[in-house]
């Protein structure tokens, strides 16, 4: 049974790539792309990376990938770009993992403003702290961000889970030695060796120890 929990944020605990998807579409269409397939793309950026998505249009297309990212930079953080939501069921298992005695953390790629995204949803306080691109730790697989935290937190391997939706998620909670949940609303079935699946964030309740 698991007690902690280090969370992924972009399409773990929020619902991120519906905005991520709209920008990079906005972005490629600034360059004469506009007729891609969307669930391609989504698929690409889903299961890889914009990071990889980028690298792959200009190999494909020849755009300039950086200045593709600058455009997808200025749509992202444009004022009228669409809201992020956390994914329903989130405060709820967030809370129960405090009522159980256990330990809510943060591990993402994104930056602070994920932790300022949280504290105006009313989130953070659920959380002991955290790791973020700030941080300035080698991106996930690598499972120095994940073993830092084990580390401070002093966190029992054996009753702690990497929660992701991607397979470099998974892979990190593998490298750190703790069990992993993959959360896979779009049934990619992209992360077999993890520990769990589950397609609900509510369906880890029923994982979680209870002291």
């Not at 007729?35 to 793309?41: A, I």
């Amino acid at each position: 049974m698991i007690k902690n929990l280090i969370w992924d944020y972009d399409g773990t605990l929020y619902d991120t790539y519906p905005k991520m998807l709209l920008c990079l579409r906005q972005a490629l269409a600034d360059f004469g792309q506009t007729s891609l397939d969307q669930d391609e793309l989504y698929r690409l950026i889903k299961i890889k990376s914009i990071r990889f998505a980028l690298t792959y249009y200009q190999q494909v297309y020849g755009l300039d990938r950086t200045q593709v990212e600058q455009r997808f930079q200025f749509y992202l953080t444009r004022p009228e770009a669409p809201s992020v939501k956390p994914f329903q069921g989130v405060a709820e298992v967030l809370a129960q993992v405090v009522a159980s005695g256990g330990v809510n953390l943060l591990e993402t790629h994104n930056n602070q403003g994920a932790i300022a995204q949280m504290r105006q949803d009313g989130l953070w306080q659920y959380f002991a702290g955290g790791v973020t691109a700030d941080d300035d730790f080698p991106r996930k697989p690598d499972p120095s961000g994940v073993n830092a935290l084990v580390t401070k937190f002093n966190l029992a391997p054996q009753k702690t889970a990497m929660v992701g939706d991607r397979r470099l998620d998974i892979e990190a909670g593998e490298r750190a030695g703790i069990q992993t949940i993959y959360f896979d609303p779009d049934l990619f079935a992209d992360a077999p060796m993890a520990t769990y699946t589950v397609d609900q964030i509510v369906a880890i309740v029923p994982l979680l120890k209870v002291d």
